[in-house]
């Protein structure tokens, strides 16, 4: 499974920003698929996940401002982040769980300016 994150760059504090996963394969067949965010000096930190019958759950930074979805046909997880802040500044990675794995995106680099 191959995932390729991309859709991040430099957005002024309040602003929205949209990030995209494209999929190898058929996202269908996942367990899941989430977001998750590494800023420098922290760990990677959980933000949101969607699995497999389309339930969604989020962590508390993010609940009410970002939204995840899919689409199937293309293949494609989305992020849809809203009144972004600057500590959202962040490499932002899309993950899927298969057969007992996650695999990882490369990561797409969001910064928010104040």
């Known amino acids: 499974v191959q995932l390729q994150a991309f859709g991040g760059g430099l957005v002024q504090a309040g602003g929205p920003l949209r990030l995209s996963c494209g999929a190898s394969?058929?996202?269908?067949?996942?367990?899941?698929m989430g977001w998750y965010r590494q800023s420098p000096g922290k760990e990677r930190e959980f933000l949101a996940r969607?699995?497999?019958?389309?339930?969604?759950d989020y962590s508390d930074s993010v609940k009410g401002r970002f939204t995840i979805s899919r689409d199937i046909a293309k293949r494609t997880l989305y992020l849809q982040a809203s009144s972004l802040k600057p500590e959202d500044t962040a490499v932002y990675y899309c993950?899927?769980?298969?057969?007992?794995?996650?695999?990882w995106g490369q990561g797409t680099l969001v910064t928010v300016s104040s």
């Open positions: 969607i699995i497999a019958n389309g339930d969604t």
């Open positions: 394969r058929s996202i269908v067949s996942f367990k899941s």
């Open positions: 993950s899927a769980a298969l057969g007992g794995y996650l695999f």
